[in-house]
């Protein structure tokens, strides 16, 4: 992912009166160029939320959203492509943006960011409290699924599409993810 405005260390505030038409996202005074998705990134990231989002409707669980929307981790800001915050939480939520970790962050790869969202943005998820992170890699048609371990992320396993995946976090939750990765 390309830096730009790498000029000078860039702050939260320089962030909200970006208006330039560009999404960005601010890691470390940097801000980073934050592309269009493609189509396939779109398609599983779309089915995703979809799914969450029906799955909550029934369940009084918490709430979801999709990108694009800030994230603001202390003085970084990101945009997760899928995010749930638990019920009890739902005080992080401000009129602009979300003002502390999600509980659960999905990041749909790309090929232009998925290092960064390997690297960068998952070490600020775990330093920040996400206790669940979902890497999604639409081309191999798999899910790499952590949870937060005290120091580090614990990996709890890979799953493909003849898997159907859930989420501590989300009891009864299931998502087949052949419904996720088709056409």
């Known amino acids: 992912m390309p830096v730009v405005l790498s000029d000078r260390i860039y702050t939260v505030e320089d ?4 208006d330039d038409g560009r999404r960005y996202e601010l890691i470390g005074g940097e801000l980073f160029v934050v592309p269009s998705p493609r189509p396939k990134h779109q398609k599983v990231s779309g ?3 979809y799914q969450f989002e029906n799955f909550l409707r029934n369940n009084n669980l918490g709430e979801v959203f ?9 003085k970084h ?3 997760p492509d899928v995010i749930f915050i ?3 939480r739902l005080d992080i939520i401000g009129e602009l943006n979300i003002q502390s970790a999600p509980d659960l962050v ?5 090929p232009s960011t998925a290092a960064h969202d390997k690297k960068k943005k998952s070490q600020l998820y775990l330093k920040h409290g996400v206790k669940e992170y979902w890497l999604v890699d639409p081309d191999a048609k798999i899910v790499d699924v952590f949870k937060a371990g005290e120091q580090e992320w614990r990996w709890v396993g890979t799953f493909d599409q003849d ?3 859930n989420s501590t ?4 939750l299931e998502i087949k993810l052949i419904e996720i990765f088709q056409g």
């Open 169 to 172: 976090l989300l009891p009864g």
């Open 106 to 110: 999905v990041e749909v790869l790309s």
């Open 15 to 18: 962030y909200m009166k970006m």
């Open 47 to 49: 089915r995703i939320f």
């Open 66 to 74: 999709h990108a694009p929307i800030d994230i603001v981790l202390g």
């Open 86 to 88: 638990a019920k009890e």
């Open 163 to 165: 898997d159907i995946l």
């Open 77 to 79: 800001i990101v945009q």
